[in-house]
């Protein structure tokens, strides 16, 4: 149909017409393209009940695509699809009610929407709630439930839930223990380019392919995951790492969820203004509410128990690419105290950034440490350990022998999760706050 029969009809009210109309302004097909236009089609088609287009509108304002973000105009529109059977809005909504900071009644709506996208058989649905039910995050295991979903789900060609089943092959939970296996399967989620999974591949040796048909479920009761294991890493500054905080599944769905939204990273200046610099070369996406689900929620809420802050007090979690040559110079976390009282500039809301969590997510990259210059102390990325120091000493002077790099990378990709916690909840004014201004750092 030619754009001007299309616009006629789109005219009339034809539902169907107005998406695919919508569809050409956003695309330029056959038209030139005009995103505020497509919106408006959109709109259009999703009061008339076109669920397609409700769904595609409560995806542009999730992700902030050309309009800025607007979450519950967004849950709106999803929940409208999903409503009329749309399984992709389903999980849509499941992982924005889910990934959430603010309230439970939004967890417990996000959980009945994962359940209905599950039933329906949409393959991501059914891999995060079988991550669910392993008791990953503090819920009662169901072995067999789990087991059947990440099945489900990896038959569907899912490649977290491919790399599920491979980590449970590795350790032997929930089947027989076969490192051969756990490698075919990696290589499995790799050939589905999940990103990851080659590198936990390469460390398996897998033995060509493996069917699913022939997996079996084995319930053991030895089948605890491996315990974090915190140590001390330096007292000057306080550095403390926490091994297998993550498993690698879940540092693969935070470098896959992350990775369609990368941007050029910029940093926040000791002004409190976000440019672009050459001292950071990465790329970056914040995970905001919108961008975030299941599993890196609980990422965020394990990062902040082993912290022991308030998860609100965490800035929105930082996930980083770092290819070859990339490197973040010799730099603070912390904003330079002498310049700002508290409530002024990047104090104004939570205050100072009193502590720093680094979340590694992979390996196999060669450089990419991270250095603190003036301690003489190097960090060797280990995938799913993660570093924390404290900004500011015990008196809350801040501490100049955090100072770090991170160093460039020589070969492969380097993935980073970065948090920064502040001394008040991230969104509070900081201005009403007790404490003045704070010390000169001691020379």
Known sequence: MSIEALSQAAQRGVPEAQLQLAIAY??????KQDPVMGRRWLEKAAQNGQSDAARFLGLIYLRGLDTPPDLARSEALLAQAGAAGDVEAQWCLASLQLGRRDTDRARVAGRQQLESAARAGHPRALCQLAWLLDGRSGEPVEPQAAFQMALRAARAGDGGALLMLSEWSRLGRWLTRDLSRAGALAQAAAER?????????A???PAGPVSLERLAFREQADTAWPAPAL???????????IRQLLNDFECAEVVNAASEHL?????????????????RSSTEVRLRDGLRNLVLNAVEERMAAWSMVPVQHGEYPLVLRYQHGQSFEQHYDYFIPERFAMGEGPLELGGQRVATQLLYLNTAFSGGETRFDRAGLVIKPERGMCMLFHNVK???NVDPLTRHTGVAVDAGVKWLLSRWIRE????CPAAS?????YKKPSE
């Open 26 to 31: 956003m695309t330029g097909e056959g038209v």
């Open 193 to 201: 380019n999940w990103l990851l999974a080659a590198e936990l591949a």
């Open 203 to 205: 460390a398996m040796a």
């Open 231 to 241: 140590s001390m890493a330096s007292w000057e500054p306080r550095v403390v790492l």
């Open 263 to 279: 941007a050029p990273s910029f940093i926040v200046d000791q002004d409190g203004d976000h440019v672009s610099d050459q001292i």
């Open 394 to 396: 015990p008196d809350h």
């Open 424 to 427: 008040l909840p991230s969104d």
């Open 433 to 437: 706050h007790a404490r003045d201004v």
